[in-house]
């Protein structure tokens, strides 16, 4: 394999496959470095118990114009438009529906008061009713979608994402980590368990290190997250700090998952939903039975998520099992048994869920997505204006970044720009 290229792209997830597509499409030799042994980074479907489960994104948001729908059109993955199973309460479960009932309306107005919030403190927990009944059952909410408790996310931010999204949610059977991995064009070298320990700019491009050497590009793609790149693992040239300051206004925020699996008949509704404690700002949302398959999976967010990062993977069985049982009786707890556990947040190579921008910090989005010298491009969902947080999103960008380096590299346009600001 040869150690020069036109474009090198740093990490092989959504938005690194959605470069490399772009880049093999006009014909320039690529190359992806990833820090991991697999593709895919937050996109992560693993074969347990014989089925394919999403440990990490799961679900095609805004489907009706998600790029990676078209794309698994393109290869024959089938894609699954009925409703989320969150559409569809699972009906023997112990429900106050009145509560029910109050704590959604809690939320939306919460929701409704968020753009008031952002002309101010932009404080999204600014807009809970003092010392309201539901604020724990918002917060859960809200770290399901953000990772953060609200008093960590900017309103201006969350309202961006909820603006631009279509609610149209759909699922691919065989995982959406199955299908972004599969995505990568044969056409681009690839080098697994190769992490970058440095890029610097070149008279002529860049060259990047690597414990296996040092690869020479006219440009690079820099798709790695942001807890990575507010890091020090990676080493890039002077004059790029601002772009760690841009990364480290837009944290990863906690977002794990607890698959257990249901070891002997019971009571459970195939591709239903059911949610935990409403007074618990640690609560679980539940997809019982998706595909028909015997698994629940908890999905956890927040203080939630906090319980596995803190406790272990033990301490999140156990948080959902005492849930579940709470909502379907003692009869459950020999039911189920653990299969598997998330851990983002303890995975050095990405470091968590997915970005967040702090109060007051929305436009740091903006401010990373800008290229570095015309050769250090960066892509991930952190750097979408909208689509942040998601797949599909981190694709466009890595599509957008793509586009850039293709620019410059016609142009020649190697020639310093003034930092950010």
């Not at 603006?163 to 991995?181: F, H």
């Not at 700002?281 to 539940?286: D, F, L, P």
């Not at 694709?395 to 600001?421: K, V």
Request: glycine share 10%.
């Amino acid at each position: 394999m040869g150690s020069e290229f036109d474009v090198i792209i740093v990490g092989g997830g959504a938005a690194g496959t959605g470069a490399a597509r772009r880049l093999a499409a006009h014909g320039k030799e690529a190359l992806v470095l990833e820090a991991s042994s697999r593709l895919g980074g937050r996109a992560f479907t693993q074969d347990l118990g014989g089925y394919p489960l999403d440990l990490g994104c799961e679900w095609l948001h805004s489907g009706d114009r998600n790029s990676w729908v078209t794309i698994a059109e393109a290869s024959g993955f089938p894609v699954d438009r009925s409703d989320p199973p969150w559409a569809k309460a699972h009906p023997g479960i112990a429900r106050d529906e009145d509560d029910e009932e109050s704590a959604r309306k809690a939320f939306g107005d919460w929701e409704k008061r968020l753009r008031a919030v952002a002309q101010g403190s932009d404080r999204a927990s600014d807009a809970l009713e003092p010392g309201g009944e539901w604020n724990a059952y918002v917060g859960a909410i809200a770290g399901f979608m953000s990772g953060f408790a609200p008093q960590s996310i900017s309103a201006t931010d969350y309202m961006a994402y909820d603006d631009a999204s279509t609610d149209r949610n759909w699922n691919l059977p065989l995982g959406y980590g199955t299908l972004v991995a599969a995505s990568l064009p044969h056409a681009v070298a690839l080098r697994l368990a190769t992490p970058v320990e440095r890029i610097d700019l070149t008279a002529d491009g860049v060259a990047v290190s690597t414990r296996a050497g040092t690869v020479r590009a006219g440009a690079v793609i820099l798709t790695v997250s942001t807890a990575v790149l507010a890091g020090d693992a990676i080493r890039l040239p002077p004059g790029t700090e601002l772009w760690r300051e841009a990364a480290a206004a837009l944290p990863l925020g906690r977002n794990e998952k607890v698959f257990l699996e249901i070891g002997r008949d019971a009571a459970f509704e195939p591709a239903s939903h059911a949610y935990g404690n409403l007074r618990d700002a640690r609560s679980a949302a539940y997809s019982i039975r998706p595909n028909g398959w015997p698994i629940i999976e908890a999905f956890l967010g927040g203080e939630g998520a906090r319980i596995l990062e803190e406790e272990g993977s033990a301490a999140g069985f156990a948080h959902a099992t005492a849930e579940l049982v709470a909502l379907f009786g003692t009869d459950v707890a020999s039911a189920i048994r653990p299969l598997a556990a998330t851990a983002w947040s303890r995975m050095a190579s990405i470091g968590g869920a997915y970005s967040c921008a702090l109060p007051g910090q929305s436009q740091a989005r903006a401010r990373l997505a800008q290229p570095f010298e015309n050769r250090l491009f960066f892509a991930g969902e952190a750097t979408h204006p909208f689509d942040f947080t998601t797949a599909h999103g981190a694709h466009d960008s890595g599509q957008r970044a793509a586009d850039e380096a293709l620019s410059a590299l016609q142009e020649g346009r190697f020639r310093p720009m003034r930092a950010a600001s």
